[in-house]
């Protein structure tokens, strides 16, 4: 695996797919259309997803892509593998609350190994450079020129002062109770996979998910997060998340700063 290629294509295609994004973002209105599990999809779903398998098809033919927006690469089981979601925080973009970002990711053997997180209203890029390292790399982005790049680090937390970062659209009790087990000094509010690079770039120290995803809204974040020397574990009893799961569905998960100890609900 050439994964200096793979860092760059992945680099490359969130940006053309962030520029797809905020084209129809910028408009004055837009339609929404609801799929099949009712979840709502815009024109800019679509052309994210596009652009951004028709660049994979063009430079890594030879790996298979799953991604959310076509049904059909559901079925596919592989070793290694790409996930992609175009557009990971629908309701953020239909909101116009800016907390919208790009996830491409390779999958290795169970395990997301590299990822790109591309927030384009936000203005912040993530991704894991060619040895695995995350970084963040500051605007404007441009796809033929990489700006100043920052190794990012997990914070070391302080038990008796947590910070926490949770959904803003699927905060739900069972998260508040889990979250009441630990001394919070403060709350960050995010959509999408931004909260796996809050935790990556040690501005938070806690996310757990109580609620529904898939794996194609958090293997990219995860890739980034364990680039930063994070971890992201199930819920229930604490072994590693991995993918390629059957229906690629998650269980409920903690990503954390290592360091601290983990409580049971």
Same mark, same amino acid.
């Given at each position: ?11 490359? #295609? ?10 129809? +973002? ?26 951004? %398998? ?5 430079? @890594?033919? *030879?790996? /298979? ?5 076509? !049904? ?8 290694? @593998? ?9 309701? *953020?973009?239909? &909101? ?9 990711? =390779? ?19 993530? +991704?894991?450079?060619? &040895? ?7 605007? $404007? ?17 302080? $038990? *008796? ?11 739900? !009790? ?7 087990? +630990? ?13 796996? %690079? ?7 120290? =806690? ?17 980034? #997060? ?8 199930? @819920?229930?009893?604490?072994? /590693? ?9 998650? /269980? ?10 983990? =409580?049971?609900?």
């Amino acid at each position: 695996m050439d994964h200096a290629r793979l860092a760059a294509t992945f680099r490359k #295609l969130a940006l053309d797919a962030g520029r797809e994004i905020m084209e129809v +973002y910028g408009r004055p209105d837009f339609d929404v259309a609801a799929k099949a599990d009712a979840s709502p999809v815009t024109e800019a779903d679509l052309r994210a997803d596009r652009v951004i %398998c028709e660049g994979l098809g063009a430079a @890594f033919p *030879e790996i /298979p892509v799953v991604t959310e927006e076509q !049904q059909a690469s559901h079925g596919i089981a592989a070793d290694v @593998f790409i996930l992609v979601d175009p557009l990971d925080g629908t309701k *953020e973009f239909v &909101q116009r609350r800016g907390d919208f970002t790009v996830n491409i990711a =390779l999958i290795e053997h169970g395990v997301a190994t590299r990822g790109v997180v591309y927030a384009p209203a936000k203005a912040r890029l993530f +991704y894991t450079d060619a &040895q695995g390292q995350a970084v963040e790399e500051a605007g $404007p982005h441009d796809a033929g020129r990489i700006g100043a790049v920052t190794p990012l680090h997990v914070s070391k937390p302080d $038990p *008796e002062a947590l910070v926490v970062v949770a959904s803003k659209s699927h905060r739900d !009790q069972a998260t508040d109770d889990y979250i009441a087990l +630990y001394q919070v000094a403060d709350f960050r509010s995010a959509g999408s996979s931004l909260k796996f %690079c809050l935790v990556a770039a040690g501005e938070a120290d =806690l996310y757990p998910r109580l609620g529904r995803t898939m794996e194609w809204d958090t293997a990219a974040g995860h890739a980034v #997060l364990s680039g930063a020397g994070g971890r992201v574990v199930r @819920f229930d009893g604490h072994a /590693p998340l991995t993918y390629g799961k059957e229906g690629f569905e998650n /269980p409920h998960f903690i990503a954390f700063a290592p360091g601290l100890t983990l =409580l049971r609900a």
